[in-house]
């Protein structure tokens, strides 16, 4: 019966020691996207500034609004973070989808497939390896790659305006299209996989812990 007790307490301390560690990474998760967007907005109103176009252009609009939504919802989750002791679950799973999208609509405003900031899709995918490694991790990098392939789509085939101030901008040719796409998702592949690995190692010893936990459940329900 002691034996029986005892796998019940390490199974509830290594549920609590998980939550404990999750809810640590979901700071992290937030601390860093406050810290990317601000980076982002600063510089794209300095640059803005800088070189005499509007600040209120339809481009810096959308920005704008991306950056206040991204904040709203880092500044709900601290929020709740404060009143609540639950582990984030689902919620880690509604940022990252919020990014996913956040960093699609970022890439259509500044160039669709020709951004520069494509890499911003890396920021979800490194972001999933903190909770789900490995597997989580490359389904993300599977998103990623299907929306920017789907934006590419949707602005050849004129379903999306290719510039929103009125510009012309003549579309990548067929080669130079395939040869972005295939890098990007190479890269966005890469970052899951190696994101996903680093997430594997260092969750090595709460993978170990689970077991105890396993363990007392089929004790309690044999």
């Keep these: 019966m002691r034996s029986g007790n005892a796998f019940v307490g390490a199974g509830s301390q290594v549920e609590r020691t998980n939550a404990a560690e999750q809810r640590r990474r979901f700071v992290v998760m937030l601390a860093v996207r406050a810290a990317v967007v601000t980076a982002l907005l600063g510089s794209t109103v300095f640059f803005t500034v800088r070189s005499g176009r509007p600040a209120i ?3 810096q609009l959308i920005l704008y609004g991306l950056a206040a939504a991204v904040f709203a919802l880092t500044l709900g989750y ?35 497939l020709e951004s520069p900031f494509t890499f911003f899709y890396a920021l979800p995918i490194v972001q999933t390896a903190l909770f789900s490694p490995r ?20 602005e050849s085939q004129g379903l999306l305006p290719v510039d929103l101030e009125g510009r012309v901008r003549i579309p990548p040719s067929t080669s130079k299209a395939v040869y972005l796409l295939a890098f990007n998702y190479l890269v ?35």
């Design 57 to 59: 252009a339809p481009t």
């Design 78 to 112: 601290a929020v709740w973070l404060r009143r609540s002791r639950e582990p984030p679950g689902i919620h880690v799973q509604i940022l990252v989808a919020f990014d996913v999208l956040a960093a699609s609509l970022l890439v259509y405003i500044t160039g669709g």
């Design 135 to 154: 597997r989580g991790a490359i389904l993300t990098a599977g998103l990623s790659c299907l929306l920017l392939g789907a934006l590419f789509v949707m």
């Design 188 to 222: 966005f592949l890469a970052i899951g996989w190696l994101a996903g690995s680093l997430g594997s190692s260092s969750a090595g010893p709460a993978g170990s812990c689970a077991s105890p936990s396993r363990m007392s459940k089929s004790w309690r329900n044999p």
